[in-house]
T-cell receptor
Framework: GAVVSQHPSWVICKSGTSVKIECRSLDFQATTMFWYRQFPKQSLMLMATSNEGSKATYEQGVEKDKFLINHASLTLSTLTVTSAHPEDSSFYIC????????????FGPGTRLTVT | RKEVEQDPGPFNVPEGATVAFNCTYSNSASQSFFWYRQDCRKEPKLLMSVYSSGNEDGRFTAQLNRASQYISLLIRDSKLSDSATYLCVVGVSNDYKLSFGAGTTVTVRA
């Protein structure tokens, strides 16, 4: 089956620094990837849609200058949290759209970010 | 109004019991429906897609009622390993985005 990896699985950083999270599709090409954020006991909230070779589409209320997304190849999308603050601490999950064209998405294992 | 709403539970059931719960969705143009399972501090994993005719996968049965805009999941003969949060997920738009419910927590006790 389709496998998506994320790196790192967890990261602790100081306030004001930037953190880059990588999302890779391991055995298929992903033209579309999605980035989500999940706070404790809450639902996954879509942050942005990442399309290979083009600019990401951000959801309302998500600052594109703070959450930089790059989808430079068919197997890699990156999310950079710039000037992180404690309120950015969350579980960040990426997913890749099913290459067969269905709505199904394959999720990475997530990255737990803690900003101190 | 949230796009997908679920009873958060928790549903605490003994092993072997049957447990069922629903979710409702607000957009009548929704096209795809799924149940995902999420364990604590892990990513969601697809449990099953939900089809208009209803479908079954082992001990799990999913139903879709388009007229009333709700989806249900029934778990028969609950196992301890069924303890998890079950996410109701709906695909609406032509850009293949998914909307997630906040999840229903199920705890199966010995």
């Amino acid at each position: 089956g389709a496998v998506v990896s994320q790196h790192p699985s967890w990261v602790i950083c100081k306030s004001g620094t930037s953190v880059k999270i990588e999302c890779r599709s391991l055995d298929f090409q992903a033209t579309t990837m999605f980035w989500y954020r999940q706070f404790p006991k809450q639902s996954l909230m879509l942050m942005a849609t990442s399309n290979e070779g083009s600019k990401a589409t951000y959801e309302q209320g998500v600052e594109k200058d703070k959450f930089l997304i790059n989808h430079a190849s068919l197997t890699l999308s990156t999310l950079t949290v710039t000037s992180a603050h404690p309120e950015d601490s969350s579980f960040y999950i990426c997913s890749a759209r099913d290459p067969s064209g269905s709505y199904e998405q394959y999720f990475g294992p997530g990255t737990r970010l803690t900003v101190t | 109004r949230k796009e997908v709403e679920q009873d958060p539970g928790p549903f605490n059931v003994p092993e072997g019991a049957t447990v069922a719960f629903n979710c409702t969705y607000s957009n009548s143009a929704s096209q795809s429906f799924f149940w995902y399972r999420q364990d604590c501090r892990k990513e969601p994993k697809l449990l099953m897609s939900v089809y208009s005719s209803g479908n079954e996968d082992g001990r799990f049965t999913a139903q879709l009622n388009r007229a009333s805009q709700y989806i249900s999941l029934l778990i028969r003969d609950s196992k301890l390993s069924d303890s998890a949060t079950y996410l109701c997920v709906v695909g609406v738009s032509n850009d293949y985005k998914l909307s997630f419910g906040a999840g229903t927590t199920v705890t199966v006790r010995a």
